[in-house]
Nanobody, 127 residues
Framework: AVQLVESGGGSVQSGGSLRLSCVTSPHKYNPYAMGWFRQAPGEEREGVAAIHNDGNTTYGDSVKGRFTISQDNVKNTLSLQMNNLKPEDTAMYYC?????????????????????WGQGTQVTVSS
């Protein structure tokens, strides 16, 4: 099984920055995609950013221009650089990995695409 461990969450002032990291267990197969999602209490899980096996990235509308997703294939690490944080970014952030083939009609930021999830790391942005 694929294990994912997130870190880097914390509390920051509005306009601040955080860098989240997700270390994955070594795996035999390259993932189709890796992504970051977030969920606030009472809200649905929201896709934040995804990176595909061809290097292409996808971002949610609310974070475009502020967040950057990247990966280190050697270290099996997925990162999310978050700049100019806003209070509405407050949520539990989860990393996710897609290792199973899925219909191309499923969007990159759909939770249905991913079959492994981390435990989450809390991000709190104060105004």
């Amino acid at each position: 099984a694929v294990q994912l461990v997130e870190s880097g969450g914390g509390s920051v002032q509005s306009g601040g920055s955080l860098r989240l990291s997700c270390v994955t267990s070594p795996h035999k197969y390259n993932p189709y995609a890796m992504g970051w999602f977030r969920q606030a209490p009472g809200e649905e899980r929201e896709g934040v950013a995804a990176i595909h096996n061809d290097g292409n990235t996808t971002y949610g509308d609310s974070v475009k221009g502020r967040f950057t997703i990247s990966q280190d294939n050697v270290k099996n690490t997925l990162s999310l650089q978050m700049n100019n944080l806003k209070p509405e970014d407050t949520a539990m952030y989860y990393c996710a990995v897609q290792t199973m083939r899925i219909s191309p009609t499923v969007q990159a930021l759909s939770v249905m695409r991913y079959n492994y999830w981390g435990q989450g790391t809390q991000v709190t942005v104060s105004s």
